[in-house]
Each structure stands twice: as structure tokens, then as C-alpha cells.
């Protein structure tokens, strides 16, 4: 199944986001079934707005975009499909 890593920009303060996050697993398992939430990253800019990058499974960009739009209280400024993982262990050391 596709994965797309998504980057938000909340109109909600850091405080506000645990119930962000509460609606967004509802809407998947209620709503969304089809969708996998596999993790985020919650980072809060200078300005004190609230960032988050998403990784989801799902069967469409077009599906992730729904859910995003069911979601509300953010954009959506970046979305791509995931082509691959890699991690340190990935490149050992040169011999």
C-alpha cells in the first residue's frame, strides 16, 4: 500500500493537539478505515504554531486529502508519496 509523509500547519495551539490527535484516530477508524496513521512528529516553530509530519498508509493521495479535510484546523502544505526507508544501519562504515 502507498505511503505518503504529510506536513500540516494546525490553526491550534500545542495545547489543543491531544484532541486533534484523538479526532484524527477516530476519523480513521470510523471514517477511514482504509487508512493507516503510522506515526508524527509534532514540532512547534518560533512563532509558536503548531507543525506535524505524518507518515499514513492509504490507498490514494485522494483519501488522505479527504481525511485531511474531515480533520480541519490545519493546510495541508506539503504532501508526497514515500518511495523508501533507510536508517544509519542501513550504510555501515567503510572497512
Known sequence: MPRFLIERHFDVGETEM???GRRSRQ???QEFPEI???HSHVVVNDGG??????????????????HA?????????ALYEVVGDVTPADFPPQA
Open 36 to 38: 493507516t496513521w503510522e
Open 18 to 20: 491531544p484532541s486533534v
Open 49 to 66: 504554531g503548531v507543525m506535524t509530519f505524518c507518515v499514513y498508509a492509504a490507498p490514494s493521495e485522494e483519501i488522505v486529502r479527504k
Open 69 to 77: 479535510e474531515r480533520l480541519g484546523q490545519h493546510n495541508i502544505k
Open 27 to 29: 476519523l480513521t477508524e
